[in-house]
């Protein structure tokens, strides 16, 4: 795994600190309408929590625009490194508690992963974890089966790449199965459980696939 910089690191803390210091002044001002009162203290960190993580969404995707995730092996000491190594310190110390805890109902995990930049279509909802958000796309009427994993980069010793992952309509992909980078599902296609597609496969309309490595099944 290659090395996070200083640089990369102070990055993103500076946004960090952002995000906490608004979310501390949101929180004064609104505290403010509340009366004096035995919860008011739980109200407080409730009212936190809500504003911290909607801020992070907001500095997180300007983030993205200004410094946007790229396809292709990145080259050390280059921009393009230098966005997905923060875009990883926001997963790993963010997102990441956000987007593998079972507490929070699936329509609204929905929610979050397009607030963290997912192109997910109508009716499309996944029990499992996105890794990538930004690099996701899936059509209309998918379902990402519990304890699913998408995930768009490849990490493989200093070997560091992205590749967006494409899914179409009416695509089904069983509990526990993962689907590594680069990877395409065509329209109808079912991914069984437990299956592992890898890198770049490419699986077509009404295609069934399963096993690990995953292979065509029907």
């Known amino acids: 795994m290659r090395k996070i910089s200083a640089p990369q690191i102070a990055s993103f803390l500076v946004l960090l600190t952002i995000i906490v210091t608004l979310s501390v002044l949101t929180t004064s001002i609104l505290l403010q309408f509340l009366s004096p ?33 790229h396809e292709g092996e990145l080259k050390p000491g280059t921009k393009e490194e230098f966005s997905a190594q923060v875009n990883i310190l926001f997963y790993l110390l963010l997102f990441n508690s956000l987007i593998r805890t079972h507490f929070i109902p699936v329509p609204l995990l929905r929610l979050v992963y397009l607030a963290l930049g997912t192109k997910l279509g109508q009716n499309t909802y996944s029990a499992g974890t996105l890794l990538d958000p930004p690099l996701t796309e899936f059509g209309d009427n998918c379902i990402i089966g519990h304890d699913a994993v998408v995930f768009c980069h490849a990490i493989e010793g200093e070997y560091f790449a992205l590749s967006k992952v494409k899914v179409g309509n009416n695509v089904t992909i069983g509990a526990k199965a993962v689907i590594m980078a680069g990877v395409t599902i065509e329209d109808g296609a079912i991914i069984s459980a437990g299956a592992v597609v890898t890198k770049d496969c490419h699986i077509r309309t009404n295609e069934i696939w399963g096993g690990i490595p995953a292979k065509k099944i029907k």
């Open 37 to 69: 009162g035995e919860y008011r203290s739980i109200v407080s960190i409730g009212i936190f929590i809500l504003h911290f993580y909607l801020y992070a969404f907001v500095i997180y995707r300007l983030f993205l625009k200004f410094l946007p995730l």
